[in-house]
């Protein structure tokens, strides 16, 4: 499959990416994690910046749901920082892309703006079935058991490689059309592990 990134806004500034869920303390701050480290292994960092935020109001300012800080800190990665915050209407202004973890969160988010820099955080998933929208979906883990934050890690692992690739290749020729396959190039060279599941 194969997706677009959106044109930078400004083509010689820093490229910010927004990732969207409901309660901002499962999916899309495991999305932030990762992608993050992603962009500091591919050497973009100052050049790509991800945040994120919840479409819900009923966590903000807390950390992490304890399980998906456990399933990241086992797997490498510094869960700490986070605290939740709630997607608002400014975003479209101060965000390049924006990356929804679900169909819902997808409907929310493009209910209160314009829709041209918004995608399915799976568009860049080489595994996610394009055809089935559920296949799209990142399932949200939190009223199920700890599996569920495994196979969200790896989701958003795989997915995070393919979308570093293509960042490199925006930063680096301007090309925004080629995030189809993971190189595997900025999937190098890091400490944090795998999930190992999907
Ligand atoms: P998230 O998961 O959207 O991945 O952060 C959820 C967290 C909290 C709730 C729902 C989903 N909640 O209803 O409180």
Known sequence: MSASLPAPRDPGGRYRIGVVCLGNICRSPMAEVVLSDRVTRAGLDGRVEVVSSGTG???IGNPMDRRAAAVLTAHG???SRHRAQQFEAAWFDDCDLILTMDAD???DVTALGPGERVRMFR???PRADGERHGGRDVPDPYYGGDEGFTTV???VERTADTLAAALGEMVST???SGAGSA???ASTGSSSG???AD
């Open 153 to 155: 890690l790896a989701m």
């Open 57 to 59: 109001d009923w966590h």
């Open 174 to 176: 301007g090309s925004t």
């Open 105 to 107: 969160n997808f409907a």
């Open 183 to 185: 190189s595997g190039r």
């Open 194 to 196: 795998t999930a190992g």
């Open 123 to 125: 568009e860049f998933d």
């Open 77 to 79: 990665y510094d869960a």
